[in-house]
């Protein structure tokens, strides 16, 4: 029984005491490294939906970068989209370790996302619509997962910016400028697919982003420009055969139109628009190179410039935030125990707990036997004030915990 179902508990988070230090923003932050590190925690779920190719429900899941030292100051967030032709690629793939790092370590938090996949369908564009449809839906339930938990993530959401490379670089565009109409002209059925901005999860909080950083992506039709406001930053290589640096037919005869066009367009709508192209370069960048270092440089640059002017005020200093929607966190300001609760009135689990700093350590790790409808306590030693993750896991499943302790 135990392999086949997962166990509920609920884990109660006891702080050591309510003193606080206030950790100020530091001078640079956001443009400047200010961090000598950074975190990742993986696999956090952000949403859910069908495939529309297989017709198997998918858990959307993200990794998230942050700087390895506890923050109280509200950050801009990256949400970046990774490559490879909407039928591969993964968000630990392309760039994202790339932009985690750069960004982190500035102070930001970076989201690297996974979506929907298609598969491509030979003679036909159509899979090409929906596929593009079905991850853009993905991305903007990101955004809304991120409006939705910005105080536990101490988030700023009128800093809320989206980059991707390749199908990523697409995608940051149609999140920013596809809308519900110009979808439906595009001959796509959504009664079926569902719309843009109301699925995959997170439903009742706003889409919208700052600006916009698209790296080598491209779009069907220029007059998604009009009446639009948001930013955009565009890379592109002059020589580039797969997405056009201009125009013209790609590889799936799609007609798109490059940074090129798109920048050419912006103005023209009067959308506020930066174009850097990679001359005599093709389809992306080495992540060891000039180029790229330029492009992460330029995009900071970018994005600095369009936070808003109270950037960096206070947010809650504890922040807690389940990995798995079998776990639930429930907190409270007492000594420092970690209480397991095992809610199952049939099954007992045996699993490990371990307690990780900000960058990574392992600072505690111990195994657990809970009987059903029973509890465990664990203390936790005293350690410096500051943020780490909690793992409780076994055979089956795995859950990540955000800590904020507060020690004298």
Known sequence: ??????????????????????????????????????????DIVYGHNTNFFTGIPEDLKLDLYEPNEAVNYRRPLLVYIHGGGFTGGDKTTDKAVDFGEYFAKRGFVVASINYRLGIELDGTTVDNFQTTYMATQDAKS???????????????????????????G???????????????????NTDTLGLLDASSGNVGFSSHINSVISCWGGITDTTWLQYEVEPNLLF?????????????????SLYLYGGFIIHRASLEYGVESYLKPFVGFGHGLNTNSPQFDTLLMMTDTFIYSHLPPNIGSACAVFTTHPVSATATIVSNIIDGDIILNNKSSEESYNGI???????????????????????????????????YFLKIHNAVQTTTHRLFIISQ
Request: charge should be negative; hydrophobic fraction near 45%; charged fraction near 10%.
């Open 142 to 168: 990101a955004i809304r997962f991120f409006k939705d938990t910005a105080d536990q993530y101490c988030l700023d959401t009128a800093a809320f910016f989206v980059t991707g490379t390749s199908a990523g």
């Open 236 to 252: 592109h290589g002059t020589e580039d055969s797969t997405i056009p640096y201009m125009q013209g037919y790609n590889q799936d």
């Open 353 to 387: 707990v371990s307690v990780y700093d900000a960058a990574g350590q392992l600072m505690i790790s111990q195994q657990v036997h809970i009987k059903s409808n029973a509890r465990v306590t664990i203390r936790i030693p005293s350690v410096p004030t500051g943020l």
């Open 1 to 42: 029984m135990l392999l086949r179902k997962c166990l509920s508990i609920i884990l109660i988070v006891f702080l050591f005491c309510v003193s606080v230090s206030i950790a100020q923003l530091p001078p640079g932050a956001f443009l400047n490294e200010v961090y000598s590190g950074y975190n990742v925690t993986n």
């Open 170 to 188: 697409v995608l940051a565009l149609t999140c920013a400028y596809w809308d519900q109409p110009e979808a439906n002209a595009a001959v796509l």
